[in-house]
């Protein structure tokens, strides 16, 4: 391997520096792979100088695979960057660093408080996952911003995962206990961290490929699933965000037209069962059979409406996993 090494370093080193951007990419990724130490400032230098994003993001992970002497150097550095993508990457290893805890802690807060909306979640999980992080002082305050509704909803998921991380199960008590009090004793609320932007990418192999949810199997998209529930292809245009969370979570609460089955009693003592095609201000339209009814509301005594077939996706996705899926969805507006 080391005569490997010195042959392949003089190359990967001068396409550190080729024109095109992912050629830099795969040849510092290389570097990384490859343990090739003695590049070490040469990978410093590049997450300093490079103009891409990607070029950085990977001269930092690099590092990190090398466990270069220079990486809390460089994770510092990363973490001032004028890029938004850099500074993530580099917040995600703090914990790496050399810096003392009280320092991290401290530099952690303050992102928290101040920065954009990835860098707050990427510094609440940096501090749930540090050593000693259930007995940190630091965790009231952020817990009593949360209360307070100073914490965006985009971070509530990030600080529940943060919270799990620290294992203290007095600070999940206080936390169940606030969210409960947000959600006011509607459940879906207590998923609203997953009306953030999410990944759509993994969203998109949540809904196709997910063998728990199993989206695909019942609702179709360009002619590819199940008639179970409604096809999703415009989806998009036809919910907002928080309904489409409702239905996701809450699937009973918001059944589509033409897919809940209705049971009726009217003024009359008759019982009427079917299809609840749509509702009106004045009556609804019922599909019975093959025949369609309208029926108004001033001769209905009681109306009742069956549960969903589908299962609450709270209970087999986690939130992180809600927010992509959501993201995806919203993203679905297909024309006819």
């Given at each position: 391997?080391?005569?490997?090494?010195?042959?392949?370093?003089?190359?990967?080193?001068?396409?550190?520096?080729?024109?095109?951007?992912?050629?830099?990419?795969?040849?510092?990724?290389?570097?990384?792979?490859?343990?090739?130490?003695?590049?070490?400032?040469?990978?410093?230098?590049?997450?300093?100088?490079?103009?891409?994003?990607?070029?950085?993001?990977?001269?930092?992970?690099?590092?990190?695979?090398?466990?270069?002497?220079?990486?809390?150097?460089?994770?510092?550095?990363?973490?001032?960057?004028?890029?938004?993508?850099?500074?993530?990457?580099?917040?995600?290893?703090?914990?790496?660093?050399?810096?003392?805890?009280?320092?991290?802690?401290?530099?952690?807060?303050?992102?928290?408080?101040?920065?954009?909306?990835?860098?707050?979640?990427?510094?609440?999980?940096?501090?749930?996952?540090?050593?000693?992080?259930k007995d940190l002082p630091v965790w009231?305050?952020?817990?009593?911003?949360?209360?307070?509704?100073?914490?965006?909803?985009?971070?509530?998921?990030?600080?529940?995962?943060?919270?799990?991380?620290?294992?203290?199960?007095?600070?999940?008590?206080?936390?169940?206990?606030?969210?409960?009090?947000?959600?006011?004793?509607?459940?879906?609320?207590?998923?609203?961290?997953?009306?953030?932007?999410?990944?759509?990418?993994?969203?998109?192999?949540?809904?196709?490929?997910?063998?728990?949810?199993?989206?695909?199997?019942?609702?179709?998209?360009?002619?590819?699933?199940?008639?179970?529930?409604?096809?999703?292809?415009?989806?998009?245009?036809?919910?907002?965000?928080?309904?489409?969370?409702?239905?996701?979570?809450?699937?009973?609460?918001?059944?589509?037209?033409?897919?809940?089955?209705i049971t009726i009693e009217m003024a009359?003592?008759?019982?009427?069962?079917?299809?609840?095609?749509?509702?009106?201000?004045?009556?609804?339209?019922?599909?019975?059979?093959?025949?369609?009814?309208?029926?108004?509301?001033?001769?209905?005594?009681?109306?009742?409406?069956?549960?969903?077939?589908?299962?609450?996706?709270?209970?087999?996705?986690?939130?992180?996993?809600?927010?992509?899926?959501?993201?995806?969805?919203?993203?679905?507006?297909?024309?006819?």
């Amino acid at each position: 391997p080391g005569a490997i090494k010195g042959m392949v370093q003089p190359v990967l080193v001068s396409q550190a520096s080729a024109k095109e951007e992912a050629l830099r990419v795969e040849s510092i990724k290389a570097i990384g792979k490859l343990e090739i130490k003695e590049s070490a400032d040469l990978l410093l230098s590049k997450l300093k100088t490079d103009p891409a994003e990607a070029v950085k993001v990977q001269a930092l992970n690099s590092l990190v695979a090398m466990n270069a002497s220079n990486l809390s150097e460089a994770i510092s550095y990363a973490m001032s960057d004028n890029a938004e993508a850099v500074r993530v990457a580099g917040l995600g290893l703090l914990a790496q660093t050399s810096l003392p805890n009280d320092q991290k802690v401290t530099l952690l807060t303050d992102i928290i408080k101040k920065r954009t909306l990835s860098e707050k979640q990427t510094a609440l999980l940096t501090l749930g996952g540090l050593e000693g992080s259930k007995d940190l002082p630091v965790w009231k305050t952020i817990l009593a911003d949360f209360d307070a509704g100073k914490l965006p909803e985009g971070t509530w998921i990030e600080l529940e995962e943060a919270i799990a991380a620290t294992t203290s199960a007095d600070l999940k008590t206080q936390f169940d206990g606030i969210l409960e009090k947000k959600a006011a004793g509607e459940t879906w609320k207590k998923y609203a961290g997953a009306l953030a932007e999410g990944n759509a990418r993994r969203g998109r192999n949540i809904f196709f490929e997910n063998q728990t949810a199993q989206c695909i199997r019942c609702h179709a998209y360009d002619d590819m699933g199940g008639n179970a529930g409604p096809a999703l292809d415009a989806i998009g245009k036809t919910l907002s965000k928080e309904e489409l969370l409702i239905a996701l979570v809450e699937p009973s609460k918001r059944l589509a037209p033409g897919y809940g089955t209705i049971t009726i009693e009217m003024a009359t003592g008759e019982k009427v069962t079917g299809t609840l095609l749509e509702e009106k201000k004045d009556s609804m339209s019922i599909k019975v059979g093959s025949d369609t009814k309208e029926i108004q509301k001033k001769d209905i005594k009681s109306s009742q409406m069956a549960a969903s077939s589908m299962p609450p996706m709270g209970t087999l996705l986690t939130k992180r996993e809600l927010r992509d899926l959501v993201s995806y969805l919203t993203n679905l507006r297909r024309s006819e």
